[in-house]
Nanobody
Framework: LVQLKESGGGSVQAGESLRLSCETS????????MAWFRQGPGKEREGVAG????????YYTDSVKGRFTISIDSAKNTVYLQMDNLKPEDTAMYYC?????????????????WGQGTQVTVSS
């Protein structure tokens, strides 16, 4: 089993930055890929950014390319999502997810473990 704990959400103005953290614990060696998803009010959950543990590949949904950066600090068992130039449409609950499998990074069904979420609110 793997446990995920997110932190770092909050309320900011458009154009500001936030860094989300996802600390993992448990059987971390079983994890092959991790991702951040978000779900805004009245919207479906969508993949925001993904990263493969064993190869330095990162992936982003088009709407956040150039503004968000996903990274891993293996020594701290933590995955980060640096979010710059935030926009009101980024407002959502953000979830960290981990997968034992390989597959399309943005496909939620591939992920075995999920955090409880952290709220990000961006006002104009």
């Amino acid at each position: 089993l793997v446990q995920l704990k997110e932190s770092g959400g909050g309320s900011v103005q458009a154009g500001e930055s936030l860094r989300l953290s996802c600390e993992t614990s448990g059987d971390n060696n079983s994890v092959n890929q991790m991702a951040w998803f978000r779900q805004g009010p009245g919207k479906e959950r969508e993949g925001v950014a993904g990263i493969y543990i064993h190869k330095p590949s990162t992936y982003y949904t088009d709407s956040v390319k150039g503004r968000f950066t996903i990274s891993i600090d293996s020594a701290k068992n933590t995955v980060y999502l640096q979010m710059d130039n935030l926009k009101p449409e980024d407002t959502a609950m953000y979830y960290c997810a981990a997968s034992r499998n390989g597959g399309s990074w943005s496909f939620a069904a591939f992920y075995n473990y999920w955090g409880q979420g952290t709220q990000v609110t961006v006002s104009s």
